[in-house]
């Protein structure tokens, strides 16, 4: 069975930065697309970004553009998301996820989208 296992979370001040972990088993993380959400509370499930089987495509939303970058850690065996710049509005549990297919379109953002979460790991931008 797919499994996400997201870690790295934490609190950092405004301007910091932080790396968020995205750890698979039960499946191939490399040619499989793996999608970032965040929730913040009272609010939706937002898509932060997404990269697709074998790294060919990288998705970005526009609130995170310039600031995040999504990557493969081939060592670990790892999906990353580099978040650099952070701001209090990117507070919020973060979420990895996939369907076990290679693109992230059409459509990644939609949460119904995917079909595997991990649990989350929480964010917190605060001074």
């Known amino acids: 069975q797919a499994q996400l296992v997201e870690s790295g979370g934490g609190l950092v001040q405004p301007g910091g930065s932080l790396r968020l972990s995205c750890a698979a088993s039960?499946?191939?993380?490399?040619?499989?697309?793996i999608a970032w959400f965040r929730q913040a509370p009272g609010k939706e499930r937002e898509g932060v970004s997404c990269?697709?089987?074998?790294?060919?495509?990288?998705y970005y939303a526009d609130s995170v553009k310039g600031r995040f970058t999504i990557g493969r850690d081939n060592a670990k065996g790892t999906v990353y998301l580099q978040m650099n710049s952070l701001k209090p509005e990117d507070t919020a549990v973060y979420f990895c996820?996939?369907?076990?297919?290679?693109?992230?379109?059409?459509?990644?953002?939609?949460?119904?989208?995917?079909?595997?979460w991990g649990q989350g790991t929480q964010v917190t931008v605060s001074s």
């Open positions: 996820a996939t369907n076990l297919d290679r693109g992230c379109l059409p459509n990644y953002p939609r949460p119904d989208r995917w079909t595997n």
């Open positions: 039960g499946f191939s993380l490399g040619n499989s697309a």
């Open positions: 990269i697709s089987g074998y790294t060919v495509n990288k």
